[in-house]
């Protein structure tokens, strides 16, 4: 009998989870914080591990999340440093404060010149190596605090804080852009789909205001039609699809915004083997 209650306590037969790497799907208007906080529910064991992320997706963005867990993250340069892919919606006519539809209306635009042979012609100039500039919305530190927070800042008292930055670029590297799709969307469908998106975020960003703005641009009952392309992006680590869509439009002389965002794989991390 002591034998056996030795081998029973020096035998721990449950799964050692620390030090593993995790392929997470982060759903439409999550954070990545939060997404860490779904997994800890959905499986228990990861309760108490140290969990982090390694790259982030905006709210308006879906996909791929590359999840480190406990010792991992000692690992978390390499994981950083991954390739991506992604498949971007852009959206022709208007662009936002954050280059997306989660963000206040700033400009519009007659996208009647928008056709696929400008639209492939454009992306020529995003392929190889860019110098990009960060979004103004976006996690990059500059003096010491995130774009982020200097454009809330900004947005909150009415000064010029954001502008007196100079925005931080850097050189990413596109080694593919394809242009898959060509597509118009219907001004009543388009307004639904952003109330519906930003909706599903939660915490503060300035979604009542937003969706106020976005409907002084588009009516529920509208007959306008406005373009939309799909394109397919294979890119180093740190590139913003927010901020090619956004200088696809200015190449163009358009406005034009993020509408959709999927990161399809992160490595060898592909979004069909995600955890949902």
């Given at each position: 009998?002591?034998a056996?209650?030795?081998?029973a ?10 030090g593993s790497?995790?392929n997470?799907?982060?759903?439409l208007?999550?954070?990545?914080r939060?997404r860490?906080?779904?997994l800890?529910?959905?499986k ?13 997706l905006d709210?308006?963005a ?17 994981y ?10 852009i ?9 997306d ?17 400008t ?12 110098d990009q500039e ?5 996690s ?6 995130s774009?982020?927070?200097w ?9 010029s804080?954001l502008?007196?930055?100079?925005l ?10 394809q242009l ?11 307004l ?11 915490g503060?960003?300035?979604?009542e ?5 976005w409907k002084?641009?588009?009516?529920a ?19 913003y699809m ?7 439009g200015?190449t163009l002389?358009?406005?034009?915004l993020?509408?959709h965002i ?10 069909e083997?995600?955890?949902k």
């Amino acid at each position: 009998m002591q034998a056996m209650l030795h081998d029973a306590k020096t035998t721990d037969r449950r799964p050692d989870h620390s030090g593993s790497v995790l392929n997470l799907y982060k759903n439409l208007g999550e954070t990545p914080r939060e997404r860490l906080e779904r997994l800890r529910t959905q499986k228990p064991h990861y309760a108490h591990e140290v969990l982090s992320y390694a790259g982030r997706l905006d709210p308006m963005a879906e996909g791929v999340l590359v999840c480190l867990v406990g010792s991992a993250n000692k690992r978390r340069d390499t994981y950083l440093g991954m390739n991506k892919e992604y498949v971007l919606d852009i959206l022709f006519g208007f662009s936002t404060d954050t280059y997306d539809i989660l963000g206040r209306v700033m400009e519009t635009g007659d996208p009647a010149t928008i056709a696929r042979d400008t639209v492939q012609k454009a992306l020529n100039d995003f392929r190889g190596e860019v110098d990009q500039e960060y979004p103004p919305f976006s996690s990059q530190p500059v003096e010491g605090k995130s774009l982020f927070e200097w454009a809330r800042l900004t947005a909150q008292t009415g000064t010029s804080a954001l502008s007196a930055l100079v925005l931080p670029h850097r050189t990413v590297t596109v080694f593919e852009i394809q242009l898959q799709e060509m597509y118009k969307v219907k001004e009543p469908l388009l307004l639904s789909y952003i109330e519906s998106s930003v909706e599903k975020v939660s915490g503060d960003f300035r979604q009542e205001e937003v969706i106020r703005l976005w409907k002084r641009h588009l009516k529920a009952e509208g007959e306008r039609e406005f373009p939309c392309a799909t394109v397919k992006i294979s890119c180093s680590s740190g590139t913003y699809m927010r901020s090619i869509a956004n200088g696809i439009g200015i190449t163009l002389g358009v406005p034009a915004l993020a509408l959709h965002i999927i990161r399809t794989k992160v490595g060898e991390y592909e979004v069909e083997k995600s955890i949902k």
